[in-house]
């Protein structure tokens, strides 16, 4: 289990933690912004909401995915601000980890916490014997794009669906 400290750009403490089973309403709760912030920048139907949080459930039940949470702390209280969800593939060689999710709640942008989780996710498949670190991102996600090309991802293949994967070697 992760449990670490890290500092923000403003210098704001923040907890990184892998999250358990007690943790699924909090991957919910960053899953549905997630989907609504692409269901409104897109212009096809996503896959059903409901059968996508039965899949985020079950895969943190049975390990398949790991779940980072990002927290931060003002005075005694504690505040889930993000999560970055990762996938290894130990099937392809050479073995591949995919970022699922990356997520970061609108009052917290900008102070580097998505680098932070992104660093984590990193380190976690790294350690899971990753030799490769992959991702899709839309092409409307600009903020998310240039995340991911300051942290050295290159662009891999674009589709038509106006769809990107990004790629790392770890």
Avoid at 54 to 69: F, L, P, S, V, W
Avoid at 95 to 123: F, H, Q, V
Wanted: with cysteine; charged share 30%; proline share 1%.
């Amino acid at each position: 289990m992760i449990n670490l400290y890290a500092e923000t750009d403003m210098n704001e403490k923040v907890m990184i933690r892998i999250a358990e089973l007690p943790d699924v309403k909090t991957c919910f709760k960053f899953h549905k912004a997630i989907y609504k912030y692409h269901q409104d920048n897109v212009d096809f139907k996503l896959e059903d909401e409901g059968n996508l949080l039965k899949a985020i459930e079950n895969d943190i039940k049975t390990g398949r995915t790991k779940t980072i949470i990002a927290s931060t702390k003002m005075g005694s209280l504690k505040e889930d601000v993000g999560m970055i969800e990762i996938r290894i593939d130990r099937i392809k060689t050479p073995t591949t980890a995919y970022i699922t999710a990356l997520w970061i709640e609108d009052n917290t942008r900008n102070k580097g916490i998505a680098s932070i989780l992104l660093s984590s996710a990193e380190a976690v498949a790294k350690k899971d014997g990753a030799n490769f670190i992959s991702l899709d991102v839309f092409d409307f996600n600009r903020s998310a794009i240039s995340l991911y090309l300051k942290m050295g991802y290159k662009c891999k293949s674009h589709d038509k669906t106006y769809k990107a994967t990004y790629v790392k070697k770890l």
